[in-house]
């Protein structure tokens, strides 16, 4: 890794984007295969206190990274902007024939009193023409909202929030106006591309129609992912989801479907070693059955037939971790997925108080 | 609440997902133990299994002629997936997939070889409960393509299989159509798959994305504005350990009549009406069938052979190719083939295409160069600007895939004067991620029945067509064979064909 840094105390924006266009100059100089990635524009606000965690997520996104990092870290009080830029690439000299990627990561420490006017701050940082995605993990959501001109994307993990509801509202909040990548729905997706190719083959298409009940097992932070997935299938199959209710820790209640109900169970489990869904359970009137639940090397699938016979094998697929679903959100951001914000809705129907 | 349309020919619930289900399969691999086997498709396997991506039911079963277990074959895939894997592998996931690896050792001839397959075939369908799909995966040397289709079809075991063809498919026009008679035989042609591994790679199918996504180079793509189009495969290196198959084929046979007029078909086709399969082939098909296939006596003059010399690459002294090892001394294979062909219809008429392919070249390079005509008048070269050069755009294939325009700029200065300058798109710079390997691609397409990336039949017929009366005066040394330094960029006998006032690009 070769990597060039600038840094300057109370400093401006422009400042910081001529600094920036110099230590580019300055690298391609000394290297003709140097340019600098164009993917997308990152935007990071954080609590100067807990920098670190966030840091280290995203120094494990690897090849999802975005080309240019703006890491806004906020300090109660301050009143002055200092800034760090780098431009680093991953190999100091280019291998014959090759080019040297570039990654640049500005940081800006600044206090409460610049995020109103946050826009003005970044605004000059971005590198115009891309996307630009910004993710607030620590809240901040005022200052999210100031960005809204300069961004198209806003990354969210529903996860975050003290309670479901007001997790997707939050998200159904952004998402007037900005595309919204969750975590939480990135987490559900190796499940809903099981699910969607168990009822591939025409034969079993057909009883989409006859699902009776859904049970999602969920790590207990999780159960936005479970929420959504279930949104996920009201809105693809046209189920009108009523509000889910308290029964004990699971939450519980029905979707009116074309040929009847369809019983909706959110079930937290036992303790899970990352979050997300840890099972889920489709069964149909007829007495079908089929299940996926976590386990080595991929999930473990179930079959039951209506007569009883039960079989069950493992679905093929390495766990992403948590670091591949923050590159995954990454990734998404210049994707477009026309089935979250219908699942979205829904969820919030299942989930309104 | 949205509720859309729910039939029982639509699955809803794969909209907006980027995988798409794959119906259950049994992948069967004749040439398991093989090169291509060990270095492409099982490691391409072990990624789809790595991403999540196979179908839920899978198995795969190697068939070669070594006698083995399946534990022995298991570890042959084992260190294969190791070794040659685009990322480390899972041990889970690894030793998941290993489980479902099975082995048959016979010749692909031996009838009682058949029947141990369809035993195999019929346990695995018994294990998953239900008949999965089959799929043949033909990775043996092209000779035994006839004959394991054949017995497959003795076997019972060709019924609703697709079977997947490897290059190359016949060694000339009469043994491609042979080959063809055999295979539909046994065969419909939406059960067949044929390989070009060149359509799985992502810049060639960002040709197609390149002219139909964008509305500003379409209306240039013409007779009017574009004055010849280049289209280079050039290696650096010499055969490796391939000189049997290689003297045998050449470079003709080993890239021009297959990955290089497909990059031709994808340059030159029409807009399809949609990216569905039939579409963009039936297009496709339009361009080779428009190609004029040379006269003996054309060849004289429309193409150039020509063999490496003795060279120095890096300082060090490189063979020849005929003191490269199992080469015979007297080979008269061409290492190095370069084309002048026109399609001759509305669009292209009088625009020339000059392909070019060698080994042992001065620069590993795959590109597409488009050079527009020049302007009409020179306003700026009163002012002294003589460097003044017609645009050209370079679709870069391989290495630093991308795309380059060509433009006159002017130099900073007091003067007007003019040089031209690179506007350039990397793939590198603008997706930061890992492509899948062009197999990974085309084995799970060929899964799913999706056959928009392989060569239809009546395509490698019009493919052979044009490039068979170049076998023949090339075997009747109607055009002699030149030579060329190894590590040099060809031989001076191909600038000829490109006529005055032009010149390739540089290596």
Known sequence: ?353 | MASPPHTEQVNPLVEGLERLPVPATTLVIFGATGDLAKRKLLPAIYNLAHEGALPERFNVVGVSRRDQTDEEFRAIARESITLYSRREPDQAVLEGLLTRLRYVGTSFDDVAGYTRLATVLEELDAETGEPLEHAYYLSTAPEYFAVITKALDQAGLSKDAKIIIEKPFGTDLASARSLQAEVSKVFRERQVFRIDHYLGKETVQNILAFRFANTMFEPLWNRNHIDHIQITAAEDIGIGSRAGYYDQAGALRDLVQNHMLQLLTLVCMEPPAALESKQIRDEKVKVLEAIRPPSIEACKQQTVRAQYATGNVAGEDAPAYIHEDDVPDDSQTETYAALRLEVENWRWAGVPIFLRTGKRLARKVTEIAVQLKPVPHHAFQNAGSGSQEPNQLVLTIQPNEGVSLKLGAKIPGTRMKIRPVAMEFRYGTSFVSQSPEAYERLIMDAMRGDATLFTRNDEVDAQWSIIDPVLQAWREDAVPMSAYPAGSPGPSAADELLGEGRSWRGL
């Open chain 1, 1 to 353: 890794m070769s990597e060039e840094v600038w840094s300057a105390a109370d400093t401006t924006p422009s400042a910081i984007e001529e600094a920036l266009r110099a230590l580019l100059a300055r690298r391609h100089a000394e290297e003709e295969a140097f340019v600098p990635a164009r993917v997308l524009n990152l935007v990071v606000i954080v609590d100067d206190e807990y920098r670190g965690e966030i840091e280290n997520r995203l120094e494990r996104i690897s090849q999802f990274h975005p080309s240019r990092t703006i890491f806004c870290a906020v300090t109660p009080g301050r009143t002055t902007l200092d800034a760090w830029a780098s431009m680093a690439a991953q190999d100091a000299v280019a291998k014959p024939g090759h080019l040297s990627v570039a990654r640049e990561r500005v940081e800006v420490e600044l206090g409460e009193k610049h995020l109103r006017g946050l826009d003005t701050i970044v605004g000059p940082l971005l590198v115009s023409d891309l996307a630009t995605l910004v993710w607030a993990p620590h809240g901040h959501i005022d200052a999210v909202h100031g960005l809204r001109r300069l961004a198209q994307i806003v990354l969210v993990d529903s996860l975050d929030e003290p309670d479901l509801e007001s997790a997707l509202e939050r998200a159904a909040g952004l998402a007037d106006g900005l595309y919204v990548v969750d975590l939480s729905w990135l987490r559900s997706t190796p499940w809903r591309e099981r699910i969607a190719a168990a009822f591939d083959p025409p034969d079993t298409r057909a009883s989409l129609d006859s699902i009776a009940s859904v049970t999602v097992r969920h790590r207990q932070d999780s159960a936005a992912s479970a929420a959504l997935f279930c949104g996920w299938l009201a809105s693809r199959l046209g189920w009108r989801p009523e509000r889910l209710v308290r029964d004990g820790e699971d939450l519980a209640g029905r979707a009116r479907a074309r040929r009847g109900e369809v019983m909706i169970r959110l079930t937290p489990a036992l303790p899970l070693g990352s979050p997300g869904l840890s099972g889920v359970t489709v069964e149909t009137a007829a007495g079908d059955s089929m299940s996926l639940e976590r386990s080595s090397g991929g999930l473990r699938a179930g079959r039951r037939g209506r007569d009883g016979l039960e079989r069950a094998w493992t679905v093929l697929g390495a766990s992403r971790g948590e670091s591949g679903i923050l590159g995954e959100g990454v990734r998404q951001a210049l994707l477009r997925d026309p089935t979250y914000k219908p699942a979205l809705e829904c969820a919030r129907a299942m989930v309104a108080r």
